[in-house]
């Protein structure tokens, strides 16, 4: 319901309602819908975010690694398309609330940080070890675009299916998980190579 119609569309009474219980569990365990909106989002971002932690956990950082950023990059969100393409509407629904609260300044810098910043510093510590001398605000901008990338296919707007007249679709996750890596690894990788090059063009 909360992807549905968002935080402010849905009522308590109606969440309880298509619950079948009272409206009085609600503030008993959850004390107001603040509270068991958090609730909401933590549930399935413990999982999801434990799978990503370990994955780039495992991922051999090195800077000979020529594959190294898709690696972190597909680590990042691999776990994320994986539950898309296989999980139940649960997901979908969950990661289409993702979408909507990365996108609304009332929401992104209030619930984004508690929930996923953990996650977000991890792959960009790995990033600084896989270019080394990479300037941070390179690093945090490329990880504002692939953020960007990231929440408008977990929206699945449909604006792919309509503008490729049907030759790629926003719920085909296999297509996206195979592309996506690859194509934010390249932008990780223009922007240090151009501040390498400016670099020694200085010295």
Not at 22 to 27: C, I, K, N, R, T
Not at 115 to 127: G, N, R, S
Request: hydrophobic share 45%; net charge neutral.
């Amino acid at each position: 319901m909360f992807a549905q119609y968002g935080f402010h569309g849905v009522t308590v009474r109606q969440v309880t309602t298509a619950a079948n219980v009272d409206v009085a569990l609600v503030y008993y365990y959850f004390e107001n819908k603040r509270a068991l909106f958090d609730a909401v989002l933590l549930r399935r971002a413990t999982i999801v975010n434990k799978e990503r932690l370990d994955l780039l956990e495992a991922v051999d950082i090195s800077p000979e690694d020529g594959c190294a950023i898709e690696k972190l990059v597909a680590a990042f969100v691999d776990p994320i398309y994986r539950y898309l393409a296989t999980g139940d509407s649960g997901w979908r629904h969950y990661f289409a609330l993702i979408a909507q609260i990365n996108n609304a300044p009332e929401w992104g810098a209030q619930v984004m940080p508690g929930f996923f910043d953990p996650v977000a510093q991890k792959l960009i510590e790995a990033l600084r070890k896989v270019m080394p001398g990479a300037p941070d605000d390179d690093l945090f901008w490329g990880f504002d675009f692939l953020s960007g990338a990231l929440t408008l296919t977990l929206a699945g707007t449909g604006r792919i299916d309509r503008l490729s007249d049907g030759l790629c679709l926003s719920s085909d996750y296999a297509s996206i998980q195979a592309r996506l890596p690859r194509y934010i690894a390249a932008g990780f990788r223009q922007l240090y190579a151009d501040r390498l090059a400016a670099k020694k063009g200085a010295s």
